[in-house]
């Protein structure tokens, strides 16, 4: 039987992470980003499934031959996960291997759904390899300005959309208080609205996974590239070291991360399927 994690019991699951793996499900066993986790056995567990706090995926953990786990993934995820993830919108499932030896099982695993591929980049940015030759320009009326307690609160009502802010954070962080301790960010404004924002969206030890968006109608003024740029900074002047992750196809994403220096340190793929 598959069983639920209680969130101080996160910690029997260090074992079964892949050390070259993803940063999202380390940020959720060490308990720093929020998140659910599902494991064949809750006294020694040796293969289980993270849910991503922000319900933008789920991670197989662990050992990727254990037979018993593997055979109940399916009603599991038809019996209890679908329920739960159509109360918060999701309209599939999105899963990814901790380390690629998953990749068979989760193709076996799940032979009998209409299941899809992706293909994801992992880039780092070390100091020495940082290009501080490409600064960007934007227009004069657009202002950077870093993700403050005092901007969040926003208790002068300056910021029209302070939702956008509110929502981004608090999608991937369990509250403020916790983005301010463990993050940084940077916010694109113009006219008293927030139009591009770029901050942490899961962070481990020094390493801060970069989560960049910016509003439709102000997409091609090279906001996000500008944040993007300014977050790095911060980062290599405090030690921290930025992970970038985006999909092969995002080639101006792409295009941003490598003319900053960044460097890829491993592909991954994901799955998904439509719920019935």
């Not at 929020?34 to 953990?61: C, E, H, M, T, Y």
């Not at 690629?100 to 076996?108: A, F, M």
């Not at 993050?183 to 006219?191: A, E, F, T």
Request: glycine share 6%; aromatic share 14%.
């Amino acid at each position: 039987m598959i069983l639920e994690l209680k969130k101080t019991e996160f910690h029997k699951c260090k074992d079964l992470l892949y050390a070259q793996g993803q940063l999202e499900p380390k940020a959720v066993v060490e308990g720093v980003n929020p998140g659910r986790i599902f494991v064949d056995d809750i006294v020694s567990p040796a293969s289980g499934l993270i849910w991503l706090g922000n319900n933008d995926g789920f991670f197989f953990i662990g050992n990727e031959r254990n037979e018993v786990f593997n055979s109940e993934l399916n009603l599991f995820i038809d019996t209890l996960i679908i329920p739960e993830a159509r109360k918060v919108g999701l309209t599939c499932f999105e899963g990814i291997g901790n380390h690629n030896k998953w990749d068979e099982t989760i193709l076996k695993v799940f032979e009998n759904r209409n299941l899809g591929s992706w293909n994801q980049r992992v880039y780092t940015l070390q100091k020495n390899d940082y290009i501080g030759n490409c600064e960007l320009t934007i227009q004069e009326d657009y202002n950077i300005v870093k993700i403050s307690e005092t901007l969040f609160e926003n208790s002068d009502k300056s910021i029209k959309n302070i939702k956008f802010l509110h929502s981004k954070i608090l999608e991937v962080w369990s509250s403020p208080e916790r983005f301010f301790s463990k993050g940084i960010g940077y916010s694109v404004i113009y006219k008293n609205k927030i139009v591009s924002i770029c901050f942490s969206g899961f962070v481990v030890d020094n390493f801060h996974c970069i989560d960049i968006e910016t509003l439709e109608e102000y997409q091609g003024k090279k906001l996000a590239q500008k944040g993007a740029l300014t977050f790095v900074e911060d980062c290599l002047r405090n030690n921290f070291i930025p992970y970038w992750d985006c999909m092969e196809s995002n080639k101006p994403s792409i295009a941003v991360a490598e003319k900053l220096g960044f460097r890829k340190v491993f592909n991954y793929i994901g799955y998904e399927f439509m719920f019935e």
